[in-house]
């Protein structure tokens, strides 16, 4: 019964390298990633940013942006602070640019936050390899319950 259930693991592990490897041969792009996107000219936010939800310890912040290009993997970041003029903590969501959409919705959980605390906060983009898109909202502010 072992030595079945080993040929068996065995004929499987084969045939997925082989399928795999025959996938590659027949659309070269199924094993490599795409290079990245051309940038946009100019990065600018066209909806928001604005509070989703907000509860007692998170909020979720949200805005829409013409499509950054470069790099598919990117993040939006929030800057946020309990001073308007100190925006010193960070919270960042990971984000998948979709090529074929002009633009993009960005959505940033904020943790850790205390309850019925007024905080300011700023809204921003970048790829993956931590370069802004160049966009930076103005302060906006939210109260958690």
Do not use: C
């Amino acid at each position: 019964m072992n030595s079945l259930l080993v040929k068996l693991a065995i004929t499987v592990a084969a045939g997925s390298l082989f399928s795999n490897s025959l996938a590659a041969q027949v659309n070269p792009y199924s094993a490599k990633e795409l290079p990245p996107a051309r940038k946009a000219t100019r990065v600018h936010i066209t909806q928001g940013p604005e509070l989703e939800l907000a509860k007692d310890t998170w909020a979720i912040i949200r805005w829409t942006s013409n499509n950054p290009g470069g790099s598919d993997e990117h993040y939006g970041v929030v800057h946020y602070g309990a001073n308007p003029k100190e925006l010193s903590q960070t919270a960042k969501s990971h984000i998948r640019l979709n090529r074929n959409h002009s633009y993009t919705i960005f959505r940033v959980r904020v943790d850790g936050l205390t309850p019925r605390t007024t905080y300011y906060y700023t809204a921003d983009s970048m790829e993956a390899n931590g370069t802004s898109d160049g966009v930076k909202s103005t302060v906006n502010h939210f109260t958690t319950r």
